[in-house]
């Protein structure tokens, strides 16, 4: 079975740039979740999207946003890239919103660099 | 507010030792712990979790965790450590009755010597 899949793997933009990230769940996975993972830091919580619709957000500015599709993929974007937005982006899937049967699986992440 | 301390950044351990790995949370009740492990170039795999019940839990690849309300701390055990364990790895909580948001501590590098 295919896991959390993402893509691109890696990405170089300028600052001012925007970017889009993208994210397929595993089958039958409704819940998509985005973290960022500074270098030298655990990952933080940017969003969680359930049936299309936003479920929480973390403490990102507004120039982060996301959005989930019927398919239940997921893009996370970034505007007005900063060198600080420099990191690895996670996605992750679960099954359902919460649960204790609903553990979050992670993809390999998106490696974007600001320069 | 809630927050994950891991203490020690680095560790290493020469193979067939044995490892724990520390991890304190702060939090206004008891939320669900989670161990991840997360290998160069990869994303976060699930070691192990504790929501409830018996506090010493068992997870993947032989280690195991210890919740103990009194110290706050979930920490992580491995009795015989492998090259192959070489890694980062990440305690987390979550709030039992909110969406599935973790929040992570900075992660534990452990290096492993033949």
């Known amino acids: 079975d295919a896991g959390v899949t993402q893509s691109p793997t890696h990405l170089i933009k300028t600052r001012g740039q925007h970017v889009t990230l993208r994210c397929s769940p595993i089958?039958?996975?409704?819940?998509v979740s985005w973290y960022q993972q500074v270098l030298g830091q655990g990952p933080q919580f940017i969003f969680q999207y359930y049936e299309k619709e936003e479920r929480g957000r973390g403490n990102f500015p507004d120039r982060f946003s996301a959005r989930q599709f019927p398919n239940y993929s997921s893009e996370l974007n970034v505007n007005a890239l900063l060198l600080g937005d420099s990191a690895l982006y996670l996605c992750a899937s679960s099954l359902i919103e919460t649960g204790d049967d609903s553990p979050l699986h992670f993809g390999n992440g998106t490696r974007l660099t600001v320069t | 507010a809630q927050s994950v301390t891991q203490p020690d950044i680095h560790i290493t351990v020469s193979e067939g030792a044995s490892l724990e790995l520390r991890c304190n949370y702060s939090?206004?009740?008891?939320?669900?712990l989670f161990w991840y492990v997360q290998s160069p170039g990869q994303g976060l795999q699930l070691l192990l979790k504790?929501?409830?019940?018996?506090?010493l839990v068992q997870g993947i690849k032989g280690f195991e965790a210890e919740f103990k309300r009194s110290q706050s701390s979930f920490n992580l055990r491995k009795p015989s450590v492998h090259w192959s364990d070489a890694a980062e790895y990440f305690c987390?909580?979550?709030?039992?009755?909110?969406?599935?948001?973790?929040?992570f501590g900075a992660g534990t590098r452990l290096a492993v010597h033949p």
């Open positions: 089958s039958g996975h409704k819940s």
């Open positions: 939090y206004g009740a008891t939320p669900y």
């Open positions: 987390a909580v979550r709030n039992p009755g909110g969406y599935n948001k973790l929040i």
């Open positions: 504790y929501f409830s019940g018996d506090t």
